[in-house]
């Protein structure tokens, strides 16, 4: 089992910056697939980006490819989600989530059995 913190979120004018980390207990954590998700009120919960248990493979939904940058470092237990050029429309909370995997890339949210609480990202106009 895993636990996942997410942290970093805040307040950002368009066109600016933010990082987001995913801090993860557990002894194994390099053998999980992480997602990083978000949610706007009243819209459904949608993948952002993902990363397999080495790092190897990354996937990145169109709206965000080219502005956003999944990474992590297995030796700190944590997944980081660089946001670049945010736009009003990225304004949500934000969750990692985990699943053990040590071949596939999971992208949807009914694969992940392990979340966290949270952060929300608010991009003002």
């Known amino acids: 089992q895993v636990q996942l913190v997410e942290s970093g979120g805040g307040l950002v004018q368009a066109g600016g910056s933010l990082i987001l980390s995913c801090a993860a207990s557990?002894?194994?954590?390099?053998?999980?697939?992480i997602g990083w998700f978000r949610q706007a009120p009243g819209k459904e919960r949608e993948i952002v980006a993902a990363?397999?248990?080495?790092?190897?493979?990354?996937y990145y939904a169109d709206s965000v490819k080219g502005r956003f940058t999944i990474s992590r470092d297995n030796a700190k237990n944590t997944v980081y989600l660089q946001m670049n050029s945010l736009e009003p429309e990225d304004t949500a909370v934000y969750y990692c989530?985990?699943?053990?995997?040590?071949?596939?890339?999971?992208?949807?949210?009914?694969?992940?059995?392990?979340w966290g609480q949270g952060t929300q990202v608010t991009v003002s106009s």
């Open positions: 557990g002894r194994t954590f390099s053998s999980y697939a």
């Open positions: 990363i397999s248990w080495s790092g190897g493979i990354r």
């Open positions: 989530a985990a699943r053990w995997s040590q071949t596939t890339v999971p992208i949807s949210k009914d694969e992940y059995p392990y």
